[in-house]
């Protein structure tokens, strides 16, 4: 199945986004408990703080599908981030991401 990968930047402060983000985290376990293959996590600059937005890799059927489980998630829902979507085909290399 092909990978995609959701960008995001935060259009909030990180402190109205903490519930969603809160939300969002438990959403991707959930997710993971169900055995979809996805990883989440938010970009730091040299210094380690963060500010510079978040990624989420997944394993979906196809581009339709990854869509549609990206517009549940809460940062979405809750109107955290500005985001894009697109569809990862490796050329080089395995991230065993799973």
Do not use: N
């Not at 996590?41 to 489980?69: K, M, N, Q, T, W």
């Amino acid at each position: 199945m092909p990978w995609f990968i959701k960008t995001e930047i935060l259009r909030v402060s990180v402190a109205e986004a903490r519930p969603h983000l809160a939300l969002h985290r438990d959403w991707v376990l959930g997710l993971r408990s169900q055995g979809i293959r996805l990883s989440s996590g938010y970009l730091v600059d040299s210094e380690g703080r963060p500010g510079g937005g978040g990624l989420l890799v997944l394993e979906a059927a196809d581009y339709g599908a990854a869509d549609a489980l990206i517009r549940q998630d809460p940062m979405l829902l809750g109107d955290c981030v500005e985001w894009k979507l697109h569809q990862w085909v490796g050329a080089v290399g395995d991230l065993g991401v799973g």
